[in-house]
């Protein structure tokens, strides 16, 4: 069965059986014959070869006496050879390492990855720093390698203390935003020269809070964003309050979002711990206005009355 790939197909190949007998085989150049070596060989009979290290096959790695003629030997194509001298120059390194000769031989066919050494990228694309070279007819071009370097940033709205004209790969500077802006996407105030320049980009930002959604409560004036310093009233619904006991207070947009956090809680209070005593219903929680009726086991311990009621306030029981 033989099968057409791109337009062509390796037919069969028919040798006599019954021919003249070949003598020795033609040699390959970088090749050798793994094949024991006879004197003469039958028609139908082959020698096999191998390429030697680094060298590339064309052709079939077989050749056959056919009636006292040997059918085509393969060639053995030259790998590319790399040196090392050109690498180090352009401050490259080879991906997976390789020997230490004075060359980096790659077979013909097959691809290497070549990497700029820490903190340099490609000069004909700053933003990587990794490059493949294929072996093939065509003589290899070896990619340059600049060093990774940032300018001074300019900051709307903050600033940074300027240490030097030209940063390179890995420096931090530490960003001051004026007061009212934050820096973008990064709360440790710290950015980096990288090979894609300053990251996070050192960009200072409006202090921005969100409409804030208060359940039991309204705010004034309510709008769509509010900035760093703006203040909201909030009212809680009457037997709602505050953490702090007060119907209406006053919450600020700051670098940290509103404080104090605007939220109404409704009145709730605790069952009381009460020794020597029942109360009436007994619940889990209790809402505002809700009364309890405590009786006490023995008169004495309320004067005049075995029995009272409690009453669930703002302030407590």
């Known amino acids: 069965v033989r099968k057409c790939v791109d337009g062509s197909m390796d037919l069969p190949l028919c040798i006599s059986e019954r021919g003249k ?6 040699r390959t150049e970088n090749g050798d014959i793994t094949t024991l070596s006879e004197k003469l060989y039958k028609s139908g009979s082959s020698v096999e070869f191998r390429c030697q290290k680094y060298y590339a096959m064309e052709g079939q790695n077989r050749s056959f006496c056919d ?74 071009v070896i990619p340059k390698c600049k060093e990774i370097t940032c300018n001074p940033p300019r900051i709307s709205n903050g600033s940074f203390r300027a240490q030097r004209t030209i940063y390179h790969d890995g420096d931090l500077i530490r960003i001051h ?7 973008e996407s990064n709360e440790e105030k710290v950015v980096e020269c990288t090979i894609n320049g300053w990251s996070p980009s050192p960009k200072c930002v409006q202090i921005q809070c969100p409409t804030p959604e208060v359940r039991n409560g ?29 119907r209406k207070y006053i919450s600020k947009c700051t670098a940290n979002g509103w404080d104090p956090t605007p939220d109404c809680h409704e009145i709730q209070c605790l069952p009381p711990e009460v020794r020597n005593g029942l109360i009436q219903p007994s619940q889990s929680l209790y809402m505002y206005n809700d009364e309890i009726e405590i009786t006490c086991y023995r008169v004495p311990f309320f004067i005049r009355n075995k029995k009272m009621v409690s009453k669930c306030t703002a302030n407590g029981w």
């Open 218 to 246: 309204r705010i004034e004036p309510r709008q769509s964003q509010y900035v760093y310093n703006n203040e909201i009233e909030i009212t809680c619904r009457k037997y709602v309050i505050f953490v702090v006991r007060q």
């Open 177 to 183: 935003c004026d007061s009212g802006f934050i820096l």
């Open 21 to 26: 007998n070949c003598s020795g085989p033609p």
């Open 67 to 140: 009636n006292g003629t040997w059918t085509k030997v393969p060639i053995c194509l030259d790998p590319c050879m790399i040196p090392r001298t050109e690498l180090e120059s352009q401050k490259i390194d080879v991906k997976d390492g390789t020997n230490a000769s004075e060359y980096i031989f790659v077979q013909r066919g097959h691809s290497i990855e070549l990497t700029c050494r820490i903190g340099y990228a490609l000069e004909a694309d700053s933003s990587q720093s990794a490059s493949k070279i294929h072996c093939d007819e065509t003589p290899s």
